[in-house]
């Protein structure tokens, strides 16, 4: 099957700093990548739609200053995390679509980003 | 949107048929139904896809009603390995990929 990655998969910063959470198709062109956050024990909660070469597009409640989505090519998306704080500590996780009509979802391994 | 819904978790035994159900009553006509499991700290797992009917593959089954309103997982002869949690998600390549609770599926020896 398609194959997704994430780098890093494990990040840990101090809060205030940025980080940078990258995102690769790596067999395929992704038309649309979906960016998703998970806390313990929950399940995954959409962040933002983003399509390449547009801005992206933030689910309700998601600051779009704080997160910054860029999807400038069909295999890259990026996700920076700006001033972070502990709160933001979380298991990020991207998926990326070929853009078939079937709605296959391929996803990344996912990238815990500790804040301290 | 499509909302689905799940039972939170269920509980199995190794060798047993496992049938998890999600309803998804506002289905839209373009959307699909696509399962995914997902262990944890790990990214979701595709697990089989349908549009309506039957369909089956190495590790599962999906079947779907005429009406399209609910689906039902079905994994034979599961193992520890199987557990996991699985969730149902309802919709078009571009949009609507919003996850909901998921199931909880515990396997015992």
């Known amino acids: 099957g398609a194959v997704v990655s994430q780098h890093p998969s494990r990040v840990i910063c101090k809060s205030g700093t940025s980080v940078k959470i990258e995102c690769r198709s790596l067999?395929?062109?992704?038309?649309?990548m979906f960016w998703y956050r998970q806390f313990p024990k929950q399940s995954l909660m959409l962040m933002a739609t983003?399509?390449?070469?547009?801005?992206?597009?933030?689910e309700q409640g998601v600051e779009k200053d704080k997160f910054l989505i860029n999807h400038a090519s069909l295999t890259l998306s990026t996700l920076t995390v700006t001033s972070a704080h502990p709160e933001d500590s979380s298991f990020y996780i991207c998926?990326?679509?070929?853009?078939?009509?079937?709605?296959?979802?391929?996803f990344g391994e996912g990238s815990r980003l500790t804040v301290l | 949107l499509a909302k689905t819904t799940q039972p939170i978790s269920m509980d199995s035994y190794e060798g047993q048929e496992v049938n998890i159900t999600c309803s998804h009553n506002?289905?839209?006509?373009?959307?699909?139904i696509t399962w995914y499991q997902q262990f944890p700290s790990q990214g979701p797992r595709f697990i089989i896809q349908?549009?309506?009917t039957k369909v089956t593959n190495e590790v599962a089954s999906l079947f779907i009603p005429a009406d399209r309103k609910s689906s039902t997982l079905s994994l034979p002869r599961v193992s520890l390995s199987d557990t996991a949690v699985y969730y149902c998600?309802?919709?078009?390549?571009?949009?609507?990929?919003?996850f909901g609770a998921g199931t909880r599926l515990t396997v015992k020896p």
């Open positions: 998926s990326a679509s070929a853009g078939v009509s079937s709605g296959e979802l391929f």
């Open positions: 067999d395929f062109q992704a038309t649309t």
């Open positions: 983003s399509n390449e070469g547009s801005k992206a597009t933030y």
């Open positions: 506002n289905i839209a006509t373009n959307d699909y």
């Open positions: 349908g549009y309506k």
């Open positions: 998600l309802v919709g078009e390549w571009d949009n609507d990929m919003r």
